[in-house]
């Protein structure tokens, strides 16, 4: 794995081209279909503009390819969602955090592969195929921003970003070894991410180490008037060391709460060792525990699906095939409809459409949905509770290691590995997933939870994790 400061180094000891032509022939020879599109003519003419001068170059990531998750809007390159239904769609505009990185200098090398729609823990519902880990090829890296943290983990380039609507940056970051970070809900935009369900998803950084993803977020971040959702803060991140240095991270005083509910019925011993292993290095180096109750959490999980399915369902209407993407022969409308939907959505789509338009239909709208919603104003009373006592929230971030390709089929045992990141995302609280260990030479992720707005905090803890 590379870091951004090993890039900038490269670049300017030869060139933002021949940078992005090391990138592409990397990308070329790789085993684990971590891209769906690459983007070669794009970068290197960027590239080439960089280096004429042509274009920005002082930026913090001058001449830094960078990987983006199939479902985040680029101008001229073509964005899928892993799915059928949009396969050819090359959106107009770039999204907001697109135009960031540009203002930086960054260079789009490509869009990732990922779950269909975001829809997955895996990235095996792709239906450009999966892709795989790797540490190791027959196992999965994770979704559903999988090729995202593969392409990293491969080395094929030293940042990407995700987007994580219930742990899809965490999840493969943890199978993956590297370090992805959830923001604060309203502190990235969202204006072009292709929305699956717009209260709980944010787009988030992937790196090989945390500094570069304290970098990355502090550039994506920031209030956007084109997003409702987007929160005017500060984004200020300060945790120490530069250039891929974390120093040492004094954690002298902090006070970390253990979830009791985040160790229970199903986590691997070997996970759970490995995290508490982690937890005891930094009781090592001064911070402090306890363990906290958060009663709620055990009915996160299912509060989370509902609320995810029913805003699918209502996002997922659009794609008609009338407009853009997949295309048939013409009969009447609703046969035309009918028939694109069912050839252009993967299995899994269809599953949470139909489930998400269950559970908003008359008749059960107030049985589910609405039931839903005040488990989720439960599940954030939780957490606010829990960081009345203590300074952050340490966790296992996936309960097993990565499995492999094809070994969980039943959709359930998918939803069920969800467990320890969805409740994040329903409060809308950060979350960065670090390396702690490792098992059978397959990466072990630690969880560390923060308050609102609070990335500098659990990114300087991360990074504390990770120099020891």
């Not at 929305?195 to 988030?204: D, F, H, M, R």
């Not at 200020?236 to 979830?259: R, S, Y």
Request: with cysteine; aromatic share 8%; glycine share 10%.
């Amino acid at each position: 794995m590379m870091s951004i400061a090993d890039v900038l180094r490269r670049v300017e000891d030869s060139s933002a081209e021949d940078v992005a032509f090391e990138h592409l022939e990397q990308i070329r020879k790789s085993k684990f279909n971590t891209f769906i599109t690459v983007a070669e003519d794009q970068s290197l003419t960027r590239a080439c503009l960089i280096d004429s001068g042509d274009l920005k170059s002082d930026g913090r990531l001058s001449g830094v390819p960078i990987a983006i998750k199939d479902n985040i809007s680029t101008n001229g390159i073509r964005t899928t969602c892993a799915s059928h239904i949009l396969d050819g769609y090359i959106p107009p505009y770039d999204a907001t955090v697109i135009e960031r990185l540009y203002n930086e200098g960054a260079i789009i090398i490509g869009k990732t592969n990922m779950d269909e729609f975001a829809m997955g823990t895996s990235t095996e519902s792709s239906y450009f195929g999966p892709t795989r880990n790797p540490h190791n090829p027959d196992c999965v890296p994770g979704g559903s921003s999988g090729g995202s943290a593969a392409t990293v983990a491969a080395g094929e380039v030293a940042i990407s970003l995700g987007s994580d609507t219930g742990g899809s940056v965490r999840c493969p970051a943890s199978f993956c070894g590297v370090v992805g970070l959830k923001p604060t809900y309203g502190a990235v935009s969202r204006y072009g991410l292709i929305s699956y369900a717009n209260s709980l998803e944010q787009i988030g950084p992937i790196a090989s180490n945390v500094w570069d993803v304290a970098l990355l977020y502090s550039i994506i971040a920031g209030h956007d008037p084109r997003d409702s959702t987007s929160v005017d803060t500060s984004t200020t991140i300060d945790i120490g060391g530069n250039n891929g240095n974390n120093g040492n991270q004094d954690v002298a005083g902090l006070k970390i709460g253990i979830p009791a509910q985040y160790f229970g019925e199903g986590v691997d011993p070997v996970v759970e060792k490995a995290v508490w292993g982690g937890i005891h290095r930094l009781e090592d180096a001064g911070a402090t525990y306890t363990e906290i109750d958060m009663p709620h959490t055990e009915y996160a999980l299912a509060a989370y699906y509902i609320i995810a399915m029913s805003e699918a369902s209502s996002n997922l209407a659009r794609f008609d095939g009338m407009r853009y993407g997949l295309r048939i022969d013409d009969t009447d409308w609703i046969t035309t409809l009918s028939e694109i939907r069912a050839l252009g959505f993967g299995e899994e789509v269809k599953r949470r459409i139909i489930l998400g338009t269950y559970s908003l239909s008359a008749g059960y709208h107030d049985k589910y949905y609405l039931k839903a919603l005040k488990v989720r104003t439960l599940v954030k009373q939780d957490f606010d509770s829990a960081f009345g006592s203590v300074d952050v929230l340490i966790a296992p971030t996936m309960p097993i290691p990565a499995f492999r390709i094809g070994e969980l089929v039943d959709p359930l045992s998918q939803y069920l590995a969800d467990v320890n990141t969805v409740p994040v995302n329903l409060a809308g609280v950060p979350s960065v997933s670090v390396p702690c260990g490792s098992t059978r030479g397959l990466p072990i992720g630690m969880q560390i939870i923060g308050r609102f707005f609070d990335e500098s905090r659990i990114l300087g803890v991360a990074a504390a994790v990770e120099a020891e």
